[in-house]
């Protein structure tokens, strides 16, 4: 694998006929359809989009993957060093330390407006700690990597030369082709029977039935691929996008004149939550779901559902991937 923080050029025609890096999927480039009118009011309006062909890689960053990285780099993940109080004016002092945010299991049926029913800030959970201080990542190595924000996977994918996708590149890819279809593979979510993603079967958050097999996450490619040949795009772990959250899709407003090209969704400063008097933390769009969407209660494993992250949480079932762009006659590419 080449890794460089050098804007090196790398040439290829249009598709390549082999990738610039391993394990990546050439998404071609033309017009979808982006969003959804059927679903949570945040996709909508559906509309269409233009896109240059990509690279994108095959399967989210694995938790292997990610170690290479730190090995190479030093780098520190976000939840590895303790908050700075000042960042967070009015938090409770001893809430103040190195963490993350961990699924817990209640016990059984809980109020399902009170988040804090189910997650815990834990001290001491980070990627090398996915369910706390205590956990490892023993048999967890082909696993999408956890408890990464926005900046570590920025940073990463500086590393390896390439970019984070943008809201438009991550649902192009995700659909795999299907224009316009509820799901990755069609319009029926198990069909026959058959689970195709990593998601939530049974009453959230205190009843898995585990009929796809994995309670937390699971090794990448464990699921088939999208008509594309990209895995996991649907469930196991929502991705990060390089897109600032907005309510809808601005782009749209661009559609009833024009087909927007490549649109980049919102601003730094419309992202931030009005009901968030004290701490404005600008938000980042993930896409795709994870083994937390259950359909009592997040019905967002599908290539339309959005969610808005803040730029400095990390999480249990938050990850990524990232892409490599062709732009140009010259077939040249560019993170």
């Avoid at 898995?208 to 994995?214: E, I, T």
Wanted: proline share 11%; aromatic share 12%.
């Amino acid at each position: 694998m080449i890794h460089t923080e050098a804007k090196t050029a790398i040439r290829f025609a249009s598709p390549a006929p082999e990738p610039p890096f391993p394990d990546m999927v050439w998404i071609p480039g033309g017009t979808f359809l982006m969003g959804s009118d059927r679903h949570y009011p945040e996709e909508a309006p559906a509309h269409r989009v233009a896109l240059d062909g990509f690279w994108m890689d095959r399967f989210p960053v694995t938790n292997e993957r990610f170690a290479r990285f730190v090995a190479a780099t030093e780098h520190v993940t976000f939840a590895e060093i303790p908050p700075n109080p000042a960042d967070y004016p009015g938090a409770l002092p001893h809430m103040i330390y190195a963490g993350s945010l961990v699924f817990v299991k209640p016990p059984g049926p809980v109020n399902l407006r009170d988040i804090g029913n189910w997650w815990s800030y834990m001290k001491g959970a980070d990627w090398r700690h996915p369910r706390g201080p205590e956990s490892s990542l023993q048999g967890l190595e082909r696993h999408p990597v956890v408890h990464v924000t926005f900046a570590d996977a920025e940073a990463f994918a500086r590393w390896e030369g390439k970019a984070l996708p943008t809201e438009a590149e991550w649902e192009r890819a995700a659909r795999g082709g299907l224009d316009g279809a509820a799901y990755a593979w069609g319009e029926e979510l198990a069909p026959e029977g058959r689970m195709l993603a990593n998601y939530w079967q049974g009453r959230f958050p205190w009843e898995n039935l585990v009929v796809d097999g994995y309670e937390g996450t699971s090794p990448v490619g464990a699921f088939p691929p999208n008509g594309y040949g990209l895995y996991d795009m649907i469930g196991n772990v929502w991705e990060w996008t390089a897109d600032w959250y907005e309510p809808g899709h601005p782009s749209a407003r661009q559609a009833a004149c024009c087909v927007p090209r490549n649109p980049r969704g919102g601003r730094e400063e419309a992202s931030f939550d009005p009901c968030e008097p004290v701490i404005r933390i600008p938000r980042k769009v993930l896409k795709g779901g994870s083994h937390l969407c259950a359909e009592n209660y997040c019905r967002r494993y599908r290539p339309a559902a959005r969610f808005p992250e803040p730029v400095d949480t990390s999480t249990c079932h938050v990850g990524f991937r990232c892409i490599v762009r062709a732009t140009g006659k010259t077939g040249q590419t560019e993170p």
